[in-house]
């Protein structure tokens, strides 16, 4: 059964400060990999996915890496701001023709003015 | 595009009394949809898994007789908690995927049992 770590749960920086979210999984034998943000009380925002045959993906100051083999995914935030505070979920995507996704339980970020 | 809503946003309710969600697809026609609840500083687990025109998968410990799921048309799929009780208060999210390459997800409904 796939297994989701995040680290740290919480992750408290300055304004301006570049900050890295760490992602660990179980079974490699993943389909893809995706990071989300959620606010307070509020749904998903798809950030970025990865396919399984990617090793990054960028989007603005957002940059996301995957190296299946090791089972790890880090998502690196340039330049915080107040606005990127809240929650950062990674979530894997089960192989073997299933599409189901297995979610870590988040890190919450909180970038102090 | 790959827009999904949910409704009702929030639902309040008296114990013992059933209560339906509903998630939408908005621009786009959804073969798979998926349930999850979210409790208070947990992650997502995913509840079941439904194809259109078929029955769905409850993942293991899911009372499928509890959580009632329709997914009668490539666009809608609805949730029903049946005599709801306050343990079942929770964050419910569903997501939305055509061919099974990306899930979209909804806002959400934050159901509260009393």
């Known amino acids: 059964k796939q297994e989701v770590t995040q680290i740290p749960a919480a992750l408290s920086v300055p304004e301006g400060e570049n900050l890295v979210l760490n992602c660990s999984f179980t079974d490699s034998a993943i389909y893809n990999l995706q990071w989300f943000r959620q606010d307070p009380g509020k749904g998903l925002t798809s950030l970025l996915l990865?396919?399984?045959?990617?090793r990054e993906q960028t989007s603005g100051r957002l940059n996301a890496s995957l190296d299946k083999s090791s089972g790890r995914s880090t998502l690196y935030i340039a330049a915080s701001q107040p606005g990127d505070s809240a929650t950062y979920l990674c979530?894997?995507?089960?192989?073997?023709?299933?599409?189901?996704?297995?979610f870590g339980k988040g890190t919450k970020l909180s970038v102090i003015p | 595009g790959a827009v999904v809503s949910q409704h009702p946003s929030w639902v309040i309710c008296k114990s013992g009394t059933s209560v339906k969600i509903e998630c939408r697809s908005l621009d786009f026609q959804a073969t798979t949809m998926f349930w999850y609840r979210q409790f208070p500083k947990q992650s997502l687990m995913l509840m079941a898994t439904s194809n259109e025109g078929s029955k769905a998968t409850y993942e293991q410990g899911v009372e499928k007789d509890k959580f009632l799921i329709n997914h009668a048309s490539l666009t809608l799929s609805t949730l029903t908690v049946t005599s709801a009780h306050p343990e079942d208060s929770s964050f419910y999210i569903c997501?939305?995927?055509?061919?099974?390459?990306?899930?979209?997800f909804g806002p959400g409904t934050r159901l509260t049992v009393l």
């Open positions: 979530a894997v995507g089960g192989g073997a023709g299933s599409y189901q996704l297995t």
């Open positions: 997501s939305a995927s055509l061919a099974g390459i990306e899930q979209f």
């Open positions: 990865i396919q399984s045959s990617q």
